[in-house]
């Protein structure tokens, strides 16, 4: 097995884990109380959308250890564009971790600030893996 379908491997394992880990995100993180203060209607979006990115995780998790071997190989057109677009995909979540969310989050926080860099890491890895088989 070559060096890149294991990563691939493990990004699948990941991807999966954080697909699931979403799902209990509100409790892990204690936000029900400030959940149950928002509108009814952006409450039910926020909770659509944890849904659909757990969704959209667990299908790129599936997809990569159902076909690592064809992602490395470029075995067609169609690889290339799964492995771009994943990489892209993460690529831009690894940018707003950075950009957009407030340092203010972490910043004095160890653990938060262990949490960040931690999650900016793999996001990016998740990138650099899928962009080297698209390219």
């Known amino acids: 097995m070559s060096r890149l379908v294991f ?9 999966i884990a954080v697909a699931i880990l979403n799902l209990f995100l509100v409790r892990l993180l204690k936000w029900q109380e ?8 952006l409450r039910e979006v926020f ?9 959209t995780l667990g299908i790129f998790g599936a997809l ?5 071997a064809d992602l490395v190989s ?9 492995a771009a677009s994943i990489g892209i995909f993460w690529a831009i979540r690894t940018v707003l971790q950075v ?3 407030s ?17 900016l ?15």
Do not use: D, E
Not at 64 to 68: D, E, I, N, Q, V
Not at 103 to 119: D, E, Y
């Open 34 to 41: 400030p959940l149950g203060r928002m509108p009814l209607l």
């Open 47 to 55: 909770q659509v959308h944890a849904w659909f990115i757990s969704v």
């Open 64 to 68: 990569t250890m159902r076909f690592a």
């Open 7 to 15: 990563l691939l491997y493990l990004a699948a394992g990941c991807q």
């Open 99 to 101: 950009a957009y969310y």
């Open 74 to 82: 470029g075995a067609s057109p169609l690889c290339k564009w799964l």
């Open 121 to 135: 890491l793999v996001y990016g890895g998740f990138a650099a893996v899928y962009l080297c088989c698209a390219f």
């Open 103 to 119: 340092s203010s989050h972490w910043r004095g926080q160890p653990l938060r600030l262990l949490a960040h860099i931690t999650l």
